[in-house]
């Protein structure tokens, strides 16, 4: 670790588990939020007048039972409701004799499948009648643009770990060109003293490898400090997206794969700079 090439090999491993390990986060909070939510179903009550808000809510409660391939539904509480817009509108919104701000009655429908247009309009024909008011709607429809967004930071986050190879790639090709700069002279000896453009080619793989492994062991080593405490404190969020990002065991088995993957490839262009150098310079 005396040289500069161990230190640039160890911020580059850093930076590839660093945005690996976001990208696998990500995929893993879209990949578990879409199989929570997609037979999700949320029927909205409209009507502003308190009684017939109620009214409506009760007859449409009795008319999800009579569904098929329902597996669970529930009449959201108005305290609950009360107690997710209070952070907004304060407290009180929704049993305010004469509010302003009628809070629409909510139930949770749990589907057997996923929330197809048929599904969605076979509830919204068997409430029209009791319910004027109910508007129905898939859980998965209000993420979307949320579930894209994270996609494309995943996107993002392999695209980053490409560019950190090809990085990794040209450092240590600069660096190996420099060092056949360098020792010219000797490899011209090596040559005269029977030397084979393979072991000379040998001799840099090696001293690249040694450079690539303890660069990577520190890398991963800054990159684990980093993630963990980075999870640390999103886990003290508490949010359900967050929550389902977590890292596995096999994420974790990927991450450490990393600094052994860098060392390969250093080591591989390494040998075919030197051994396409040697063949222009003697």
């Keep these: 670790?005396?040289?500069?090439?161990?230190?640039?090999?160890?911020?580059?491993?850093?930076?590839?588990?660093?945005?690996?390990?976001?990208?696998?986060?990500?995929?893993?909070?879209?990949?578990?939020?879409?199989?929570?939510?997609?037979?999700?179903?949320?029927?909205?009550?409209?009507?502003?007048?308190?009684?017939?808000?109620?009214?409506?809510?009760?007859?449409?409660?009795?008319?999800?039972?009579?569904?098929?391939?329902?597996?669970?539904?529930?009449?959201?509480?108005?305290?609950?409701?009360?107690?997710?817009?209070?952070?907004?509108?304060?407290t009180g919104i929704g049993t305010a004799t004469g509010s302003a701000i009628p809070v629409p009655a909510l139930i949770d429908v749990r589907l057997k499948g996923p929330a197809t247009p048929k599904a969605l309009s076979t509830i919204e024909t068997a409430l029209k009648p009791i319910a004027p008011s109910a508007r129905v709607d898939a859980q998965s429809n209000w993420l979307k643009p949320v579930f894209d967004a994270m996609v494309s930071l995943q996107l993002l986050a392999i695209a980053l770990v490409a560019l950190l190879a090809l990085a990794l790639t040209a450092a240590v090709l600069l660096a190996a060109r420099t060092a056949l700069g360098a020792n010219r002279d000797t490899i011209e000896i090596v040559h005269l003293l029977g030397g084979t453009d393979t072991q000379v080619a040998r001799v840099f793989q090696r001293?690249?490898?040694?450079?690539?492994?303890?660069?990577?062991?520190?890398?991963?080593?800054?990159?684990?400090?980093?993630?963990?405490?980075?999870?640390?404190?999103?886990?003290?969020?508490?949010?359900?997206?967050?929550?389902n990002g977590a890292l596995n065991w096999s994420d974790w088995l990927l991450l450490a794969v990393v600094p052994v993957l860098a060392t390969l490839l250093a080591m591989i262009t390494a040998r075919l700079t030197v051994l396409h150098a040697l063949r222009k310079m003697l």
């Design 1 to 90: 670790m005396s040289g500069p090439m161990p230190w640039v090999i160890a911020i580059m491993v850093a930076m590839t588990v660093i945005a690996l390990a976001a990208g696998l986060a990500l995929g893993n909070a879209v990949s578990s939020a879409k199989a929570e939510i997609e037979g999700g179903v949320t029927i909205q009550i409209l009507e502003p007048r308190a009684d017939m808000r109620a009214e409506q809510a009760r007859r449409a409660v009795d008319s999800i039972k009579m569904l098929p391939g329902i597996s669970g539904f529930r009449l959201v509480p108005q305290a609950e409701l009360d107690a997710l817009i209070e952070p907004w509108l304060g």
């Design 207 to 243: 001293s690249i490898g040694y450079d690539a492994a303890g660069g990577g062991t520190v890398g991963l080593a800054l990159a684990l400090v980093v993630i963990l405490s980075l999870g640390r404190r999103f886990a003290g969020l508490g949010a359900g997206l967050v929550d």
